[in-house]
């Protein structure tokens, strides 16, 4: 089969023929990606030098996917529905699935991380491929509601449901929270329309990009760029940081106010400094971390059959999956590659 891959140091993405996976235990799945996105880390390792990407490796962990294929006790699906693909793999049984971790899920994540499209643990593949194998498939899997499109869909597994899982849960505790976003790709941008369905007094959207702060103001937004941004200006009650600089993370923590509670989402591959005497003296809560994105899909697909979000908005091209190596470097911080223009939209 074809897999789309990423070349490692040598830069550049290029199909390959891969293995084509097969069902090998009873709980397995066998499934088509038909609709499939970059996440904000695949456009760093794209763009930029990521650490832990010199060598090639299969890329893509943002999809929608069509069952062909399950195995012997898998019940609660069938060839042909539609399901969000989460970017991590769990049993859905053990200790710490039960405590909604499923990244470090003691079946499948004991030795590293069980993940599809990041060089990490055992190889699953990546979602820019025709077929992928699907362990646990009952509990990983999760369809699509009829009013839910592979297109509304395609983020689900990963930088949609991160943005929700920070945003709502918070503004549920806070009614009418002031909230920050601090923002370096799409997470922001949907974290910004979720904080509007979800009552923000004000929502202030920082990024160095004027097409995304374009956007965020299209979303209800305030927005400003990085470099004009002034901590002092307001002290937010919730804030996030996407970008994974150092300036945009000491910033959201000046500019969080007393009892605020602030979340990073942005990659640091080294220690940073943080302003350690300033978060003591505001009592501020802080928490940087990884998506653990299943068990809070189906949330996030209830809340965009509602029509409260449009996550397409943040989508910056739909094009064919078969033009994936060459478009995607080029199509913007979310390209969209679809199987069938039709039946994706």
């Known amino acids: 089969m074809k897999a789309l891959y990423y070349r490692g140091s040598l830069g550049g993405l290029e199909w390959r023929e891969a293995p084509q996976p097969e069902i090998g235990a009873p709980t397995d799945a066998l499934v088509r990606p038909i609709a499939a996105s970059t996440c904000d880390l695949d456009q760093a390792i794209v763009h930029t030098t990521v650490p832990g990407a010199e060598q090639p490796f299969a890329i893509g962990h943002e999809a929608v996917g069509e069952i062909l294929e399950v195995g012997a006790t898998v019940t609660r699906l069938r060839p042909g529905d539609v399901v969000v693909i989460p970017y991590h793999l769990s049993c859905g049984a053990c200790d710490r699935c039960g ?3 499923p990244l470090f899920c003691r079946e499948t994540a004991a030795d590293a991380l069980a993940v599809y499209g990041i ?4 190889d699953y593949g990546g ?11 009952d509990h990983n899997l ?6 839910v499109t592979p297109l509304d869909a395609v983020s689900a597994g990963d930088n949609l449901t991160d943005a929700y899982r920070v945003i709502a849960p918070r503004l549920q505790a806070r009614p009418g929270s002031t909230v920050l976003i601090m923002s370096g790709g799409s997470i922001g941008l949907y974290a910004a329309d979720i904080a509007r369905a979800y009552g923000a007094r004000l929502v202030r959207y920082v990024d160095a990009s004027a097409q995304r702060c374009e956007l ?8 400003s760029t990085l470099q004009d941004f002034d901590p002092s200006e307001h002290q937010y009650e919730i804030s996030l940081v996407t970008h994974g600089s150092v300036e945009a993370l000491r910033a959201a923590l000046l500019a969080t106010g007393p009892g605020g509670e602030v979340e990073n989402l942005g990659f640091h591959f080294a220690d940073v400094a943080l302003p350690v005497a300033a978060m003591h003296f505001k009592c501020l809560t ?5 998506s653990n994105a ?3 899909i189906p949330e996030v697909l ?8 449009s996550p397409r908005r943040v989508q910056t091209a739909v094009l064919p999956f078969d033009e994936a190596a060459e478009a995607l470097p080029r199509a913007g911080f979310k390209p969209v590659f679809v199987r069938d223009p039709i039946n994706a939209g």
Do not use: Q
């Open 119 to 122: 060089p990490v643990g055992e």
């Open 216 to 223: 965020a103001e299209a979303l209800g937004a305030e927005v």
């Open 142 to 147: 999760v369809k699509l509601p009829p009013s």
């Open 294 to 296: 299943r068990p809070l």
């Open 99 to 101: 405590e909604d971790l």
């Open 127 to 137: 979602l820019f491929s025709e077929f992928v194998r699907v362990p646990f498939a």
């Open 286 to 290: 802080f928490r940087s971390a990884m």
């Open 302 to 309: 209830a809340l965009v059959a509602s029509g409260r979000i």
